[in-house]
């Protein structure tokens, strides 16, 4: 029982400011979404309707709706609107009585209504500003540009104008490297009447003093309010056991603490070192035996820290779970679409699953997109994915004025406060790349951004840039989440304050974003040699299949340079760097869908290289988190899965590469192959290593076997081959060295590593053979090759993913695969039927002369 009653605005109608007639709406949602849904715009992620749709964001649209207020909420002492989140500059009026201004999507709003409401007929009208309209006059004002690189301003119209960095909404809106431009207006939260009398819980937080295994130590910080002066209990329960204070309530708002202690804890986990447990902490204000106010909230008990001791080498930085060090294993997370409101539950499941799935342990939320909705850190939470949490601010220069400092502080304080009872948050971080990128202390640093500003702007660019990210910020979250580690930017080295301070690709201190390979064209080769200690970023682009291109591009588009295929490539030259890439390590495609498949396997095989690379530099490196798990719209980037939630090659490479036990080949020297066990498993390796050279027809060349033992997570060199002697004069253009781990009571841990580039393979036409079967795990299939089969693909027309795919099929090794429809993955894997299956391997893409 709450003393809170609520009444969820419906029935909504929307039009143009402008216009007089009113359109059925959809809250949450856009204009954008809203406009679509009447037919009255083209789908905005076909072919180049981008652009078709830009005149939405230069006009003011109203929102309306018509209300009757039941008599039990209506006779309540307060009555509150409250806007979960209005999207962006918003005035709102209740029967025509102006009660609120928004100017801040990322904040929750609030006005007290009593005194305009009636019971029957009450109109709720939101005014929504064009956020460029409302945002020109203030770059004006300013009198410079400040810099915002992603900003895609002359997609919308306005030249080299970038205004995305005066307004607080998800900066992705406005364009990005891998983003289209739909600056939206509309309520992308939920709205609602909230009614109360007398007393109210407005939040619980459960503080986290001290966590291990044998005991908790937490302070339920309970924000409680008021009408009247009343003497209360508060009680906390949880698990059967109970906590409870007296306290003399005051009319108005005050925060009660209460100490909680909880004996061997069942304690918090990320995947692969535990459960993710969590307990319900039922808070209730008790007048009498009465219960007058209550509230539930579910969290796990774990202690977190980012370890940052100075070694010989420079600094740790790696993640400490209740004293365990983690090696942190994912990618980096944007938002699930352009049209927020557009991703359903399910869709959010099946990325977090999908996460899972692939053996990751960490998502970054990276700035420039959302503080997400509540389902994504209750998913995180459950599946054991620790989430690396920026504030939202990215690659751009900010204003310091006293009103956007305010803003901010609302934002910051409104968001740490929603989401610090997850446990799977780990860190706040202020931003993505902008200390980097201004580099304030070395003169030509950074992205050039200083270059156009005087001495005096710098000073003062900078001073604001401090505001934020070295004051604000890190003191929002000492007070409201005290023990949850700030990181001011990544990457960084540390806040030195001199030219130490920034971070580049060989720095051994702080994070790193590694992109040299992609953006400088450097080579594959290059990820093994910068590893720093924890590698944040790094990426390489490749294509959706050929069933996703469809969705955007009719046949007659499918070219490189297409216009079509241009719209949906954001990162200027990325087409033509795909294009370059493959050149250099893979055989020529024989079609357009060829080259889309060879797209994905390019990316999946520098993925790889990197992924593991730092893996093998456990615990120098101890973290790897590739650019990026998901796409927002259906487009070319460095996502693993694409826009429907199809598995690229990469992210079932992810999923090997990932693996808790990982067998690994560091390939790089001239005369020795060098094998390595990484292990982030918390129980010693043990059994035997099996190691074939093998040619492509299956031909045995060599076979050994060797014990291997190896500590709890760590990672060790545990063999290294000299080439002479292994090769013996093979060629090495139908050679590969084929490796298995064996371990009583575990699957085998395979791998297999070839001598030269993909390119340089002699591949031959393959016959595969598939066979299908049933046992105690449900349906499977086998499929055996007469000789090498590279990168075997399967597909079927279910929506769903393969147990492995994109894998090497050697002739003698059968694979046995199973399939789970994406309904079935989120549902506990249950294996499904994936009904008729293509399958091909990279032959048939090759364009064979
Ligand atoms: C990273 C990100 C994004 C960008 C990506 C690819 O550094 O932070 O800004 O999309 O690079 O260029």
């Not at 029935?11 to 856009?30: I, L, S």
Request: charged share 25%; proline share 4%.
């Amino acid at each position: 029982m709450s003393t809170i009653q609520s009444h969820v605005f419906q029935n909504w109608t929307f039009k143009a400011c402008e216009d007089q007639e009113w359109m059925p709406a959809q809250v949450p949602g856009c204009v954008h979404t809203d406009l679509l849904k009447l037919g009255k715009i083209p789908d905005p992620f076909y072919g180049t309707n981008e652009k078709e749709v830009q005149w939405i964001d230069k006009i003011d649209w109203e929102y309306q709706t018509e209300f009757d207020v039941a008599e039990t909420l209506f006779s309540q002492e307060h009555l509150e609107l409250v806007f979960d989140g209005l999207d962006t500059y918003a005035d709102v009026y209740v029967n025509e009585v102006h009660v609120l201004s928004a100017d801040n999507m990322f904040r929750v709003w609030k006005a007290d209504v009593k005194s305009v409401l009636k019971g029957n007929g009450n109109i709720l009208r939101i005014r929504f500003r064009s956020p460029i309209q409302e945002d020109l006059p203030k770059l004006e004002k300013l009198g410079y540009a400040l810099p915002a690189s992603n900003d895609q301003s002359d997609v919308g119209g306005l030249g080299d104008k970038r205004v995305s960095i005066f307004a607080r909404k998800a900066p992705y809106h406005y364009g990005w490297d891998w983003g289209p431009r739909f600056v939206t207006s509309g309520i992308w939260r939920e709205a609602r009447l909230e009614g109360w009398t007398q007393v109210r819980i407005n939040d619980v937080y459960i503080q986290q003093n001290e966590v291990s295994a044998t005991s908790a130590s937490l302070t339920a910080v309970v924000e409680v309010e008021t009408s009247q002066a009343v003497d209360t209990i508060i009680r906390i329960g949880a698990d059967g056991q109970r906590w409870e204070r007296s306290v003399s309530l005051q009319p108005g708002t005050q925060t009660v603490e209460i100490p909680i202690s909880i004996d061997e804890p069942k304690l918090w986990w990320s995947r692969g070192l535990g459960d993710p447990h969590m307990y319900n902490f039922l808070t209730e204000v008790l007048q009498g035996e009465r219960a007058v106010a209550e509230s539930t909230v579910k969290t796990g008990l774990r202690s977190i820290r980012l370890v940052r001791d100075k070694d010989e080498a420079g600094a740790s930085f790696y993640f400490e779970l209740n004293g365990v060090a983690v090696f942190a294993k994912g990618a980096n997370h944007i938002p699930n679409d352009s049209f927020i409101t557009e991703i359903t539950h399910e869709r959010y499941r099946h990325e977090i699953v999908s996460a899972a799935e692939s053996n990751m342990n960490m998502l970054r939320v990276w700035g420039g997109g959302i503080y997400e909705q509540e389902v994504f850190y209750e998913l995180c939470d459950e599946y054991g994915i620790l989430v690396w949490q920026d504030f939202m601010f990215a690659c751009s220069m900010y204003p310091g004025d006293e009103a956007f400092l305010n803003s901010v502080r609302h934002e910051a304080i409104d968001n740490v406060k929603r989401l610090r009872n997850h446990p799977s948050i780990a860190l706040w971080c202020g931003n993505n790349e902008i200390d980097s990128a201004w580099a304030h202390y070395v003169e030509n640093g950074g992205w050039g951004w200083k270059k156009e500003f005087t001495a005096e702007q710098r000073e003062s660019i900078w001073a604001d840039y401090e505001a934020i990210f070295h004051d604000l910020l890190p003191e929002v979250v000492e007070a409201y989440s005290p023990g949850v580690d700030y990181w001011p930017s990544s990457p960084l080295v540390s806040l030195t304050g001199d030219e130490t301070q920034h971070a580049h690709p060989s720095t051994a201190e702080g994070d790193i974003h590694y992109w040299g390979v992609w953006h400088n064209v450097e080579p594959f080769e290059n990820y093994n040699v910068h590893v720093g200690r924890f590698m944040s970023e790094y990426g390489f682009q490749s294509f959706p299949e050929y069933k996703s291109v469809r969705t955007y591009a009719e046949e007659e588009d499918l070219a490189l340079e297409s216009e079509v295929m241009l719209a949906h490539q954001k990162n200027g030259a990325g087409n033509r760097l795909i294009k370059q890439y493959m050149d250099m390590y893979m055989h020529e495609s024989k079609d357009f869908p060829s080259f889309l498949y060879m797209s994905q396997v390019l990316q999946a095989e520098a993925m790889k290289t990197a992924i593991e690379a730092h893996r093998r530099r456990k615990p120098f490196c101890m973290g790897t988190l590739y650019w990026q798990m998901n796409d927002c719209w259906p487009v070319a980037s460095w996502a693993g899965m694409d826009y429907l939630g199809r598995w690229k090659a990469l992210q079932y490479y992810a999923k090997r590469s990932f693996s808790d036990v990982l067998v690994s080949v560091d390939g790089t020297k001239e005369d020795t192959t060098d094998i390595y066990i990484i292990s982030d498993q918390l129980q010693p390796v043990k059994g035997q290593l099996q190691i074939r050279l093998l040619g492509f027809d299956g031909t045995v060349h060599r076979d050994e076997t060797h014990d291997v033992t190896l500590a709890p997570n760590t990672g060790d060199r545990v063999l290294s081959l000299r080439n002479v002697e292994w090769l013996e004069g093979h060629d090495t253009a139908n050679t590969l060295l084929r490796l298995d781990l064996k371990q009583e009571g575990a699957a085998n841990i395979v791998q297999e590593h070839y001598f030269v580039p993909s390119k340089d393979l002699a591949l031959q036409p393959a016959n595969i053979n598939v066979s299908g079967g049933a046992d105690e795990n449900g349906v499977h299939l086998v499929l055996e090759s007469d000789v090498l089969a590279k990168q075997v693909w399967l597909s079927s027309d279910v929506e769903g993913v393969f147990s492995d795919n994109f894998f090497d099929l050697i002739p003698g090794i059968p694979v046995k695969v199973q399939f789970t429809s994406r309904e079935g993955l989120q549902s506990n894997d249950v294996i499904s039927n994936p009904g008729p299956i293509e399958v091909r391997s990279m032959i048939d893409f090759i364009r064979l002369t």
